[in-house]
């Protein structure tokens, strides 16, 4: 039941020595707000209230949230929730809190659920310092022309300034997870891109063949034509690929096509 149960909510908890590393790299003073997503059994939460934030913990997990009430349950910094973070009103909480920080050792199966969905109200939040596998953490922070570079990496770096802390091993969870995980820091960026609706659908279609030319790589979800106009229009190569593009290329490039400006 308990390895169902792990399996199911992604849960691999941290030890001590890590626990403690990571929850230091939080940037975050006495009485300022911290929401926790996944707290598990508390490893960094634990630290993160010793320093005396006040800290909202979100946790899916009823036996965590049992767990986490016994031993943090009399603590006044310490708030929890026991709900789906995809379904916590996050708007809500951010109205109601002054530029909180966002952290977590994220459960692997929704970390980029999680994390696409918090982009847009970044610049509500001081911003995100947390734990996602390293393939992910690296698609997250590479920058245009390198392999890992993606819609996800324009769809967070449109918003965030992105900078990978640590790499951490299997090693130092319990159970074991199969793959090697990071933390990264996710900022505000002053200069936040102004996204339209349909904006980030656009940029996905752009990657749907990546290996294939700008013009040829949207498959069939835009005018090929229009594409191959706009490419002349902003004096792009005719070889230019999705990979080259940053994102305000790319919203640019989403004027001329979908917008016609
Ligand atoms: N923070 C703990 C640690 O580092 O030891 C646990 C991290 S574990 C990788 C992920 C945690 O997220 C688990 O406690 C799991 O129950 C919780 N979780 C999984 N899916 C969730 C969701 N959709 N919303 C909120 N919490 C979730």
Redesign the pocket.
Same mark, same amino acid.
């Given at each position: 039941m308990d390895r169902a149960r792990r399996r199911k909510? &992604?849960? $691999?908890?941290?030890d001590v020595e890590t626990?403690v590393a990571i929850a230091g790299d939080l940037p975050a003073n006495e009485g300022e707000a911290v929401l926790?997503? &996944?707290? &598990?059994?508390?490893?960094?939460?634990e630290h993160l209230l010793n320093r005396g934030v006040d800290l909202t913990a979100?946790?899916?997990?009823e036996q965590?949230v049992a767990v986490l009430n016994e031993k943090f349950g009399e603590r006044k910094n310490f708030h929890i929730t026991n709900?789906?973070?995809?379904k916590?009103d996050l708007q809500k909480f951010l109205d109601e809190h002054d530029k909180p920080w966002v952290t &977590? $050792?994220?459960?692997? $199966?929704?970390s980029t659920a999680?994390i696409a969905g918090l982009m847009p109200r970044l610049h509500l939040t001081k911003g995100f310092m947390g734990?996602v596998q390293l393939e992910v953490a690296e698609r997250i922070c590479a920058s245009p022309c390198s392999k890992n570079y993606g819609s996800l990496s324009v769809l967070v770096s449109a918003f965030a300034d992105t900078q990978i802390l640590r790499k951490i091993g299997p090693e130092h969870?319990t159970p074991k997870p199969n793959v090697d995980s990071a933390t990264m820091l996710l900022t505000p960026r002053a200069d936040a891109l102004q996204a339209p609706e349909g904006f980030f659908d656009f940029v996905r279609a752009a990657f749907t063949q990546k290996r294939k030319t700008l013009a040829n790589s949207f498959g069939s979800a835009y005018d090929k034509k229009k594409i191959q106009e706009a490419i002349e229009l902003l004096d792009y190569p005719t070889t230019v690929r999705a990979e080259e593009l940053s994102p305000e290329q790319f919203l640019e490039f989403y004027r001329v096509i979908v917008q016609g400006e």
């Open positions: 909510f &992604g849960q $691999n908890f941290l626990a926790e997503i &996944g707290p &598990g059994h508390g490893a960094l939460t979100v946790e899916i997990d965590c709900i789906d973070f995809l916590f &977590g $050792n994220l459960p692997y $199966n929704v999680i734990m969870f």
